[in-house]
C-alpha cells in the first residue's frame, strides 16, 4: 500500500492534466482526484477520468483526450511527459510514480510536437525524418531480384537493438538541439500544399537522434547499404548531423535502450568519410 | 522569402558546423594551450618569457597577418557562429538533470563566459587594434596595457592593478580550459572518433586529464604575474632591450616598450 506525506495509507491521489482544447488555444492545467487502487497505470487513470468526467473541483468537464495503441510499449502512441519526464504512459505504473512524487501525477502532452487536443500531439515530423534518410531497403521493383546477400551472426546482432526503434519521440522530446516546428495551416491552402509546406518546413530542422539510428541500422544491412551514399546525403543536408549537440538525453530516456549515441557517433564518423571522399573524388556517390 | 545570404548558411550547414568544430582545436584551441605555456615561463624567470616574446615578435611586419590569421579571425568565427549555435537551442537540465546533459549546458555557459573574458583580455592586453587613434584612446582608458619588449613587467603590473584582476582572470581562464576539454570530447563525437559508451568514458578520462593538465600551467602563469617584482622586471627588460638591439637580436623599436621604460632610456641617454 502506498502512503501519503502523513504515513496514512493513500486512498486517492491528485492527477494534473495540461488541456489545451485545439491547436491554436491556450494550455491550462485541469486537476483530478482519483480513488487509488494498486496496479493502476497512467492509461487507466486516463479512462477512470473519461469515466468520472468530472475534475477535482467536482465541475463537469470534457474527456481528456489521449493517444493509444499497443499498451506494451512497442507502439509509441501514448508517448506522453509525465511529471517532468517523457515516457510511454502504458509502461508508466503509478505506484512507482508516486512512491518518488508524493500524491500528485502531472500529465503534460510532449513539448516538441503540435498538440492537436489535450495530450494528443501531431508526430508527423518524426516520420518525415525517416522518409527523408529512406529508412528502407530498396527491394521494390517490377521483376525478381532473388535473394539478399546472407548476414552474419554478428553485424545481425548489433542491428537488432537498433531495430527496435519504434519512434515513439522520447529522444527527441529530451534533446535540447530539437526545438518544436509548428506550422500554420493558411485559409486559401489545398490539403496538398499544406502538407508540402510543413514537410519542408521539417526538413530544414534537425532530423533527430531515432532517423540517425535508422540510416545507420539500413546503412549496416547488406541490401540496405545500396543506398547508404543517398542516406548519408540526407544525413548532412540541412537539419542533419551537424545539429548533434552531443547532450547525449536521447540515450538516457529511450525507453528501449538502443544505443543512439553510438549510432550518432557512427554516423559522424560514416558522415566525416563520405564528404571527404564526395570532395576529392566526383564519382563518389 | 529567404536571401541568398540565409541560403548560403543552410546550404553549407554541414560544412560550417565541422569548421566551427575543427575551429576549436585547430588553430583555437591549439593556440590557447601555446599562449598558457609562453606565460608560464615567467615562472622561470623573466629573461625566459621575454625571450619568448621577442621570439614571437621576431616576425615584425609580418606579425598582425599571423595574429589575424591564425587567431583573431579563427576566434571571432569559432565566437560568432557559436552564438548563432546557442541560439538554436534550449537548454533542459532542470528537466533531465543527467551529467552529459549538464556538460552539454556547461558547454555553453563557459563558451560565453569565455567570448566575455577573451574579448576584455585582448583589450586589456593587447588593444584590439594597433592604429594610431585606437591605440591612444586605449591607452587613455588603460587598455592595451602589454608592451612586447617589457613583456614580463607590464604583464606583472597589469594583473596586480586590483585584487579583482586575477580572480577575474582565474574564472575566465578555467571557463576557457572547460570548454577546451569538453570541446574536444564533443569533437570525438561529432567527427567520429569514440563511438562506443565505454569508448567515450575513456575519453572523457583523456579530455579531463588534457584539462587539468591545462589549468595548471594557466594557474602557474597566472601565480607567477601575480608576484613578479615588476620593478626589477622592468629594469632587466631595458637591459635585455639595449643589449639585443647591440647584438642584433631585436631591431630597435620602442614603440614595443612601455612608456615608463621609454623614459627611462632617454634619461639614461641624456646622462651619457
Given at each position: 500500500?502506498?502512503?501519503?506525506?502523513?504515513?496514512?495509507?493513500?486512498?486517492?491521489?491528485?492527477?494534473?492534466?495540461?488541456?489545451?482544447?485545439?491547436?491554436?488555444?491556450?494550455?491550462?492545467?485541469?486537476?483530478?482526484?482519483?480513488?487509488?487502487?494498486?496496479?493502476?497505470?497512467?492509461?487507466?487513470?486516463?479512462?477512470?477520468?473519461?469515466?468520472?468526467?468530472?475534475?477535482?473541483?467536482?465541475?463537469?468537464?470534457?474527456?481528456?483526450?489521449?493517444?493509444?495503441?499497443?499498451?506494451?510499449?512497442?507502439?509509441?502512441?501514448?508517448?506522453?511527459?509525465?511529471?517532468?519526464?517523457?515516457?510511454?504512459?502504458?509502461?508508466?505504473?503509478?505506484?512507482?510514480?508516486?512512491?518518488?512524487?508524493?500524491?500528485?501525477?502531472?500529465?503534460?502532452?510532449?513539448?516538441?510536437?503540435?498538440?492537436?487536443?489535450?495530450?494528443?500531439?501531431?508526430?508527423?515530423?518524426?516520420?518525415?525524418?525517416?522518409?527523408?534518410?529512406?529508412?528502407?531497403?530498396?527491394?521494390?521493383?517490377?521483376?525478381?531480384?532473388?535473394?539478399?546477400?546472407?548476414?552474419?551472426?554478428?553485424?545481425?546482432?548489433?542491428?537488432?537493438?537498433?531495430?527496435?526503434?519504434?519512434?515513439?519521440?522520447?529522444?527527441?522530446?529530451?534533446?535540447p538541439q530539437?526545438?518544436?516546428?509548428?506550422?500554420?495551416?493558411?485559409?486559401?491552402?489545398?490539403?496538398?500544399?499544406?502538407?508540402?509546406?510543413?514537410?519542408?518546413?521539417?526538413?530544414?530542422?534537425?532530423?533527430?537522434?531515432?532517423?540517425?539510428?535508422?540510416?545507420?541500422?539500413?546503412?549496416?544491412?547488406?541490401?540496405?547499404?545500396?543506398?547508404?551514399?543517398?542516406?548519408?546525403?540526407?544525413?548532412?543536408?540541412?537539419?542533419?548531423?551537424?545539429?548533434c549537440g552531443n547532450a547525449q538525453n536521447?540515450?538516457?530516456?529511450?525507453?528501449?535502450?538502443?544505443?543512439?549515441t553510438?549510432?550518432i557517433a557512427?554516423?559522424g564518423?560514416?558522415?566525416?568519410?563520405?564528404?571527404?571522399?564526395?570532395?576529392?573524388?566526383?564519382?563518389?556517390? | 522569402?529567404?536571401?541568398?545570404?540565409?541560403?548560403?548558411?543552410?546550404?553549407?550547414?554541414?560544412?560550417?558546423r565541422?569548421?566551427h568544430s575543427l575551429s576549436g582545436l585547430l588553430?583555437v584551441g591549439a593556440?590557447m594551450i601555446?599562449?598558457?605555456?609562453?606565460?608560464?615561463?615567467?615562472?622561470?624567470?623573466?629573461?625566459?618569457?621575454?625571450?619568448?616574446?621577442?621570439?614571437?615578435?621576431?616576425?615584425?611586419?609580418?606579425?598582425?597577418?599571423?595574429?589575424?590569421?591564425?587567431?583573431?579571425?579563427?576566434?571571432?568565427?569559432h565566437a560568432?557562429?557559436g552564438?548563432?549555435i546557442i541560439?538554436?537551442s534550449?537548454s533542459?537540465t532542470?528537466?533531465?538533470?543527467y551529467v552529459a546533459n549538464w556538460r552539454y549546458r556547461m558547454q555553453r555557459i563557459t563558451g560565453m563566459v569565455a567570448l566575455?573574458f577573451i574579448?576584455?583580455?585582448?583589450?586589456?592586453?593587447?588593444?584590439?587594434?594597433?592604429?594610431?587613434?585606437?591605440?591612444?584612446?586605449?591607452?587613455?582608458?588603460?587598455?592595451?596595457?602589454?608592451?612586447?619588449?617589457?613583456?614580463?613587467?607590464?604583464?606583472?603590473?597589469?594583473?596586480?592593478?586590483?585584487?579583482?584582476?586575477?580572480?577575474?582572470?582565474?574564472v575566465g581562464i578555467a571557463a576557457c580550459v572547460y570548454h577546451l576539454a569538453n570541446g574536444v570530447w564533443t569533437m570525438g563525437i561529432t567527427w567520429?572518433v569514440w563511438?562506443?559508451p565505454?569508448a567515450q568514458k575513456r575519453a572523457t578520462i583523456a579530455c579531463a586529464g588534457l584539462g587539468g593538465f591545462v589549468m595548471?600551467?594557466a594557474?602557474?602563469?597566472?601565480?607567477?604575474?601575480?608576484?613578479?617584482?615588476?620593478?626589477?622586471?622592468?629594469?632587466?627588460?631595458?637591459?635585455?632591450?639595449?643589449?639585443?638591439?647591440?647584438?642584433?637580436?631585436?631591431?630597435?623599436?620602442?614603440?614595443?616598450?612601455?612608456?615608463?621604460?621609454?623614459?627611462?632610456?632617454?634619461?639614461?641617454?641624456?646622462?651619457?
Open positions: 500500500m502506498i502512503k501519503n506525506v502523513y504515513g496514512e495509507n493513500l486512498t486517492s491521489f491528485t492527477v494534473k492534466v495540461r488541456r489545451q482544447a485545439s491547436p491554436d488555444s491556450q494550455s491550462y492545467w485541469e486537476a483530478f482526484n482519483i480513488p487509488y487502487q494498486a496496479d493502476l497505470n497512467v492509461i487507466s487513470v486516463l479512462q477512470q477520468i473519461a469515466k468520472m468526467s468530472k475534475n477535482a473541483k467536482g465541475e463537469s468537464t470534457t474527456p481528456v483526450a489521449w493517444d493509444c495503441g499497443c499498451l506494451e510499449e512497442v507502439c509509441g502512441a501514448c508517448t506522453m511527459v509525465i511529471n517532468g519526464r517523457v515516457r510511454q504512459s502504458c509502461s508508466a505504473l503509478v505506484d512507482n510514480i508516486l512512491d518518488e512524487n508524493n500524491d500528485v501525477l502531472r500529465l503534460e502532452p510532449m513539448s516538441k510536437f503540435p498538440v492537436i487536443r489535450d495530450l494528443v500531439v501531431d508526430r508527423s515530423r518524426v516520420f518525415r525524418a525517416l522518409q527523408k534518410i529512406k529508412a528502407w531497403v530498396p527491394v521494390d521493383g517490377y521483376y525478381d531480384m532473388g535473394a539478399g546477400p546472407k548476414q552474419d551472426r554478428k553485424r545481425q546482432e548489433q542491428a537488432y537493438p537498433l531495430s527496435e526503434c519504434m519512434s515513439c519521440g522520447c529522444c527527441l522530446e529530451a534533446c530539437y526545438l518544436k516546428v509548428e506550422t500554420q495551416r493558411e485559409s486559401d491552402e489545398t490539403d496538398e500544399q499544406f502538407e508540402d509546406r510543413k514537410n519542408a518546413e521539417y526538413d530544414k530542422n534537425f532530423v533527430g537522434a531515432h532517423a540517425i539510428n535508422q540510416a545507420m541500422l539500413f546503412n549496416s544491412n547488406p541490401t540496405g547499404k545500396m543506398i547508404s551514399g543517398e542516406r548519408l546525403d540526407a544525413l548532412t543536408d540541412e537539419g542533419g548531423i551537424q545539429i536521447c540515450v538516457a530516456v529511450c525507453p528501449k535502450e538502443i544505443p543512439l553510438t549510432s557512427k554516423a564518423r560514416a558522415a566525416t568519410i563520405h564528404k571527404i571522399k564526395k570532395f576529392f573524388d566526383s564519382n563518389e556517390k | 522569402m529567404d536571401s541568398s545570404e540565409t541560403n548560403f548558411f543552410r546550404k553549407h550547414e554541414f560544412l560550417i565541422r569548421l588553430p593556440y601555446v599562449h598558457l605555456l609562453t606565460n608560464a615561463s615567467i615562472l622561470n624567470g623573466v629573461e625566459s618569457f621575454q625571450n619568448l616574446v621577442y621570439q614571437i615578435h621576431s616576425l615584425g611586419k609580418i606579425l598582425w597577418i599571423v595574429e589575424w590569421g591564425f587567431i583573431f579571425l579563427p576566434l571571432l568565427f560568432g557562429f552564438v548563432v541560439m538554436g534550449k533542459n532542470s528537466q533531465y538533470s566575455l574579448g576584455f583580455h585582448v583589450l586589456h592586453m593587447h588593444g584590439w587594434f594597433h592604429v594610431g587613434f585606437w591605440k591612444t584612446f586605449a591607452h587613455a582608458i588603460g587598455m592595451a596595457q602589454f608592451s612586447p619588449y617589457n613583456a614580463a613587467s607590464t604583464a606583472g603590473e597589469a594583473m596586480q592593478s586590483t585584487i579583482l584582476m586575477p580572480v577575474f582572470y582565474f567520429g563511438t562506443t565505454q595548471i600551467v594557474i602557474s602563469a597566472l601565480v607567477g604575474f601575480c608576484t613578479l617584482d615588476t620593478d626589477k622586471a622592468q629594469e632587466r627588460e631595458i637591459e635585455m632591450y639595449q643589449e639585443s638591439v647591440n647584438v642584433g637580436r631585436i631591431i630597435e623599436n620602442e614603440e614595443k616598450l612601455s612608456k615608463p621604460a621609454q623614459k627611462k632610456i632617454k634619461r639614461e641617454r641624456r646622462r651619457k
